[in-house]
């Protein structure tokens, strides 16, 4: 069982910057692949960004690219996603994810097994 617990969401004006956190329970967090993703009122959870147990790959949706970088520190059990120019339709609720199975495809939100409870995302203009 793994417990995932995000930090770091808030208020920020457009072109803005935030900082999101995801501390990981266990000691096996080094050989998951991690991801973010986020659900914006009355839409679906979509992805944001994963990476790779490895570390060596990452992943963003075209709507972040260039914006938003995702990180681990494996001695840490955290994954970061450092979001930058924030604009309004990045608003939602950010959930962090675990996919312990190593799945070939980590923008899909059933390749997950764990989730944390989420931090919300507001951006204002």
């Known amino acids: 069982q793994v417990q995932l617990v995000e930090s770091g969401g808030g208020l920020v004006q457009a072109g803005g910057s935030l900082r999101l956190s995801c501390a990981a329970s266990g000691r096996t967090f080094s050989s998951y692949s991690m991801g973010w993703f986020r659900q914006a009122p009355g839409k679906e959870r979509e992805f944001v960004a994963a990476?790779?147990?490895?570390?060596?790959?990452?992943y963003n949706a075209d709507s972040v690219k260039g914006r938003f970088t995702i990180s681990r520190d494996n001695a840490k059990n955290t994954v970061y996603l450092q979001m930058n120019s924030l604009k309004l339709e990045d608003t939602a609720v950010y959930y962090c994810?675990?996919?312990?199975?190593?799945?070939?495809?980590?923008?899909?939100?059933?390749?997950?097994?764990?989730w944390g409870q989420g931090t919300q995302v507001t951006v204002s203009s």
């Open positions: 990476i790779h147990w490895t570390g060596r790959n990452t």
């Open positions: 994810a675990a996919d312990p199975s190593r799945s070939s495809d980590l923008t899909r939100v059933y390749e997950y097994d764990y």
